[in-house]
């Protein structure tokens, strides 16, 4: 049995944006307005009967759902039968969102290595986030690195406003900037002891281990993107988050914030 449209798009809801990814274009090319991805996955899902349009072709008539888009129907696309083969996760099927693979069915680090991810470590730390990771209604795992390590998400919209616009002042930045030495003194001593046990390793282990330095290195370049915009005074804005959400499963409140604070991202890089 295969995934049906409906199953695809059950789960909570997520949002993921990324910063520009114009970073690696010529440097004669920047006045060009940058690429941008954001990924979504809908929160429980829309019937498919409300969402598909019932014509293929530039002229369909749009579908309940996508009528609000009327006047940027040129500037979108709908594909459809774009199940993921094999997987009958349900809700748990957000974990395959982005990669195509369930997390509890990988046979090695890394195969579920989501999309989002691909591009943000394309884009790494030229901005101060590679990316950013909202949720509503509870963890999702739907972001994984290529080390096959699940990217966790904020559900406070307040916690993603202070990330962006709200500086951290001096204290804090030294306070971090030691616990981020301190961090890349535990990866200096992990990856020297993991190094001695390498002589002495089977294949099997060789390999385990190759997967565990491949994720100190990936922690490291991290570590290194953060130190180099500690210090950088972050972006303002005259947005203001106003009232409270009822619970973290309060979509009609949040939503509608989460995409803002992703407009916002957008425009201050």
């Known amino acids: 049995m295969l995934m049906n449209r409906r199953n695809f798009l ?6 993921i944006a990324l910063p ?8 004669k090319e920047t006045a060009k307005e940058p ?4 990924c979504m996955g809908a929160a429980l899902g829309m019937n498919p009967q409300g969402f598909f349009p019932k014509e293929y072709g530039k002229n369909f008539a749009l579908s309940k759902v996508l009528q609000p888009l009327e006047n940027h129907r040129d500037d979108f ?9 094999n997987v009958f996760g349900k809700h748990g099927g957000m974990s395959a969102l982005f990669c195509g693979i369930e997390s509890g069915k990988t046979k090695v680090a890394g195969e579920n290595y989501s999309i989002d991810q691909v591009a943000a470590d394309h884009v790494s730390y030229t901005t101060r986030y590679p990316s950013l990771h909202m949720c509503v209604g509870g963890g999702l795992n739907a972001s994984w ?8 998400e904020t559900t406070s919209p307040n916690l993603i406003f202070d990330k962006l616009f709200i500086n951290d002042g001096e204290a804090a930045n030294k306070a971090i900037g030691k616990e981020l030495e301190d961090q890349g003194s535990i990866l200096d001593l992990v990856r020297g ?18 997967e565990y330095l491949t994720a100190i290195r990936d922690a490291e370049s991290k570590l290194q993107g953060r130190k180099r915009w500690l210090n ?3 972006n303002t804005t005259d947005y203001k988050i106003e009232g409270r959400p009822h619970s ?14 992703i407009t916002l991202a957008i425009k201050t890089d």
């Open 35 to 38: 690429m941008r991805m954001v």
């Open 193 to 210: 002891n993991a190094k001695s046990v390498l002589s002495k390793a089977s294949k099997n282990d060789k390999e385990k281990v190759d």
């Open 145 to 152: 690195t290529k080390s096959g390590i699940s990217v966790p």
């Open 248 to 261: 973290g499963d309060d979509y009609n409140f949040l939503s509608p914030i989460f995409v803002d604070l």
């Open 20 to 27: 520009s990814l114009e970073v690696f274009s010529d440097e």
């Open 10 to 15: 059950k789960a909570a809801g997520v949002t």
């Open 232 to 234: 950088k005074t972050k």
């Open 77 to 85: 696309t709908v594909f459809s039968h774009m199940d993921h083969p």
